[in-house]
């Protein structure tokens, strides 16, 4: 089974709309790492965004907030009013904790195309 | 956000020559480096973990003789692509994590490296 899903290829939003790109994820670790980054046409991977499996709060990093559903195990990213610079790949990621071997290692999702419209 | 470079940007090289790609963390000490690699329109793919001081860890399917990774230091990984060939030719990106986010093990990416076999 695939560690991480994102069932979204493409996305288009209106500028200064929210958006949310669904993520879900499969372990049987209860301690792990849940994170997104943000890929523009330049090709850089930018983290934006991290969320604990401990954590009783959703995460947020200015526009950016996770929804974090556990019994769903989804990870879900919202990005409020969007800007013409958010156009880009976005791909969510796992950690697994480090009771497990190579907890190094993340699992990427196959990432959504968003496309930011004026 | 942390920091990490990557030297070159883009190169491009004849068929049977071998291409070396730095990474370095600027503004904290990476004790474990990732090598991926990136296809057009796809997600990123594993190909290599290496802790300060040891050997790397390859994933399956990856030839060790032929992408040699060394991580000499805390700041600096390289990966040396060997008889480079036109099925080489890739997106090149690594990460790294360290003593910054300790608690959060997150992946701090390079701007990556487009290399061109002819």
């Known amino acids: 089974a695939q560690k991480i899903t994102q069932t979204q290829p493409g996305m288009f939003v209106q500028e200064k709309e929210a958006v949310t790109l669904d993520c879900t994820y499969d372990?049987?670790?209860?301690?792990?790492?849940l994170f997104w980054y943000k890929q523009p046409s330049s090709g850089e991977m930018i983290f934006l965004i991290y969320?604990?499996?401990?954590?009783?709060q959703n995460a947020t990093e200015g526009r950016y907030s996770l929804n974090f559903q556990k019994a769903r195990k989804s990870a879900n990213l919202v990005i409020s009013a969007s800007q013409l610079g958010d156009s880009a790949m976005y791909f969510c990621?796992?950690?697994?904790?480090?009771?497990?071997?190579?907890?190094?290692?993340?699992?990427f999702g196959s990432g959504t195309k968003l496309n930011v419209k004026p | 956000g942390a920091v990490v470079s990557q030297h070159p940007s883009w190169v491009i090289c004849k068929s049977g020559t071998s291409v070396k790609i730095e990474c370095r963390s600027l503004?904290?000490?990476?004790?474990?480096m990732f090598w991926y690699r990136q296809f057009p329109k796809q997600s990123l793919m594993l190909m290599a973990t290496?802790?300060?001081?040891?050997?790397?860890?390859?994933e399956q399917g990856v030839e060790k003789d032929k992408f040699l990774i060394n991580h000499a230091s805390l700041t600096l990984s390289t990966l040396t692509v060997t008889s480079a060939h036109p099925e080489d030719s890739s997106f090149y990106i690594c990460?790294?994590?360290?003593?910054?986010?300790?608690?959060?093990?997150?992946?701090?990416f390079g701007p990556g490296t487009r290399l061109t076999v002819l």
């Open positions: 990621a796992m950690r697994e904790g480090r009771r497990v071997y190579n907890f190094n290692k993340f699992y």
């Open positions: 969320q604990g499996s401990y954590d009783q």
């Open positions: 290496s802790n300060e001081g040891s050997k790397a860890t390859y």
């Open positions: 990460s790294a994590r360290g003593t910054r986010d300790r608690s959060t093990d997150t992946q701090y």
């Open positions: 503004d904290f000490q990476a004790t474990t």
């Open positions: 372990t049987s670790d209860p301690s792990y790492g």
